[in-house]
């Protein structure tokens, strides 16, 4: 019995060969959802490692709301890895990525997250989560929620109004669109708590920040922020 399934699944496997979700060619044993080319071309953004509480992230929102951290685990490009995975994870269901990245880069931040209280993911409305039929984050916190021993709370914080994407817009136009789009179910679970807000990539920051504007307001007592990618 076990021959026969080992047979299958090698037939499976040369019929649906697992491929690089950034130049598409086969994978070789011992790899995952990158080869190995590719795994080593990733440009891991190491600006928060050295100071968690003063960098590219914490500058962007400078006079707009108070962070305590700013995390990412890479650089964003218009034609690279990052956006490769993001791509994937995005439109494509492709939420193996999510915990993939947990576990090959997860430990970065273990010696900074020991005082978050809650990891939270941003919202989809629920009309955007039946087109989509997921939340791209989803996995990733769940992942790092295992990892780091942190709650995960999803619930929570919501998405009140349905707003078009925001890839084609600019910052101004980013702001009003998200005017008065999230709210706090129950403001006492994160009142005096320290909350890590997550989404997958940070551009102009507008969406990060009309959501942490609302979890500032329900008394929260730290903001932190963690992206996939940064946008430089």
């Given at each position: 019995m076990q021959k026969?399934?080992?047979?299958l699944n090698t037939i499976f496997f040369s019929l649906f060969p697992d491929l690089c979700f950034h130049c598409n060619k086969m994978l070789n044993e011992g790899e995952e959802v990158l080869c190995f080319h590719c795994h080593t071309k990733?440009?891991?953004?190491?600006?928060?490692?050295?100071?968690s509480q003063h960098n590219i992230i914490t500058h962007l929102f400078d006079h707009k709301i108070n962070l305590k951290y700013g995390f990412a685990f890479f650089y964003y490009?218009?034609?690279?890895?990052?956006?490769?995975?993001?791509?994937?994870?995005?439109?494509?269901?492709?939420?193996?990525i999510g915990t993939w990245i947990v576990n090959h880069f997860g430990d970065l931040y273990n010696s900074t997250i020991n005082d978050i209280d809650y990891i939270v993911p941003i919202p989809l409305h629920t009309k955007k989560?039946?087109?989509?039929?997921?939340?791209?984050?989803?996995?990733?916190?769940s992942?790092?929620?295992?990892?780091?021993?942190?709650?995960?709370?999803?619930?929570?914080?919501?998405?009140k109004r349905y707003t078009n994407t925001q890839t084609k817009k600019s910052r101004i136009e980013r702001a009003i669109n998200l005017k008065d789009v999230f709210d706090v179910k129950e403001k006492k679970v994160f009142s005096n708590k320290h909350v890590l807000l997550v989404d997958d990539v940070l551009t102009t920051g507008?969406?990060?920040?009309?959501?942490g504007y609302v979890l500032?307001?329900?008394?929260?007592?730290?903001?932190?922020?963690?992206?996939?990618?940064?946008v430089v």
């Open positions: 026969l399934i080992k047979l990733l440009p891991v953004f190491d600006g928060c490692w050295v100071n490009e218009s034609s690279g890895v990052t956006r490769s995975l993001i791509h994937h994870l995005k439109y494509k269901n492709q939420e193996i989560m039946k087109e989509r039929g997921y939340n791209q984050v989803d996995t990733f916190c992942a790092l929620s295992e990892k780091w021993n942190i709650p995960y709370e999803k619930d929570n914080l919501i998405r507008s969406t990060l920040e009309s959501a500032l307001d329900s008394e929260i007592k730290h903001l932190s922020i963690l992206t996939i990618g940064i």
